[in-house]
């Protein structure tokens, strides 16, 4: 899909296009979604310049990802999509500035996008020039990702409380280990996938600061260093809830080994107290021929007693012990 925004009634407004269609001339941000051959070559012509290939965006050397050529700014990052759920999808995006234009290369769709493009059609404070079309954008994506990042932090949060409530009403033996760890680990996924899109993003932005050294007004370097420290913020967040993850899923395991441990000690418990009548039984259950206590009126009695006896001693001091 080829959407071409220009300024219109103070805003930009979006219009998909054809390829073969003549492009606007108060275009700023030509948006290209899935681009078919034809849609490419379009935008090429247009802007008399070549625009990466979809191999070339996933390449992951820096020099790759963030370079200038033909008078152009190419800046490529990783991109979160369907962030509202549990397993995230991250995708390369492309950011290219040529000839006072955005142009955005995506095969995913996120919410940044849409939310942007709608605030766009409402305010003309992104309308002046493309590095503020992308500055805008690139802010609407961060503060998206701010918010996710504030849902894990309370999921994480929910978790730990389920883990290590003391007034939890479940016991520690009936709790679901399984599917914590199981929570736990997507949450793990989707924190790493949000400190790499951080990542490249940070590198987006410091790139960018140093390609428009010298060209930019205050504003928009004012707007890139408010940008940059707002990732540095959320990069050291997330390394807080993975490192608050990877406690967690510490604590669960050992918990787990507490409770296997406690059935083994219960086992081996168990076997120690029905050692001593087991033995008992087992010399009266011999076939020898001369056992005087097998005539004796009282040696059935007697016997029964003395299994009764040796399994509740131990049972008493174990018990005494703290070992049940």
Not at 27 to 37: A, E, F, G
Request: glycine residues 6%.
């Amino acid at each position: 899909m080829l959407k071409v925004y220009q300024l219109q009634n103070g805003g930009l407004r979006g219009v998909e296009i054809s390829p073969d269609s003549e492009f606007p001339t108060t275009s700023l941000w030509i948006d290209l979604l899935n681009p078919t051959l034809d849609e490419r070559r379009a935008v090429d012509k247009f802007l008399h310049m070549e625009l990466p290939s979809r191999a070339d965006m996933e390449e992951i050397e820096i020099s790759s990802r963030l370079y200038q050529e033909d008078d152009g700014i190419f800046m490529t990052a990783l991109i979160l999509s369907n962030s509202e759920s549990d397993i995230p999808k991250a995708d390369v995006v492309t950011f290219v500035l040529a000839h006072d234009k955005l142009v955005t290369i995506r095969y995913i769709d996120p919410q940044p996008f849409r939310t942007f493009a709608a605030r766009c059609e409402r305010t003309s404070h992104y309308a002046n020039k493309a590095e503020s079309v992308l500055l805008g954008l690139v802010d609407t994506i961060i503060d998206r990702m701010a918010d996710v990042l504030e849902r894990i932090g309370n999921d994480v949060e929910a978790i730990n409380h389920e883990i290590f409530n003391p007034e939890a009403k479940k016991p520690i033996g009936a709790k679901d280990f399984q599917g914590v760890l199981g929570r736990l680990g997507m949450k793990h996924g989707a924190t790493s996938k949000m400190r790499e899109s951080l990542l490249s993003i940070g590198r987006v932005l410091t790139f960018l600061s140093q390609a428009v050294e010298g060209k930019a007004n205050k504003d928009v370097k004012a707007h890139i260093k408010t940008l940059t420290r707002d990732v540095q913020s959320l990069q050291d967040h997330s390394s807080f809830i993975a490192g608050k993850l990877s406690y967690l899923q510490d604590g669960t395991l050992g918990l787990i080994n507490n409770e296997q441990n406690n059935i083994i000690k219960i086992m081996s418990v168990a076997a120690m107290v029905f050692l001593p009548p087991t033995l008992i039984a087992s010399i009266y259950g011999m076939n020898f021929k001369f056992m005087p206590e097998l005539d004796w009126f009282y040696g059935y009695a007697l016997s029964l007693l003395l299994m009764i006896v040796s399994g509740i001693v131990p049972y008493f001091w174990f018990k005494r012990r703290g070992w049940l």
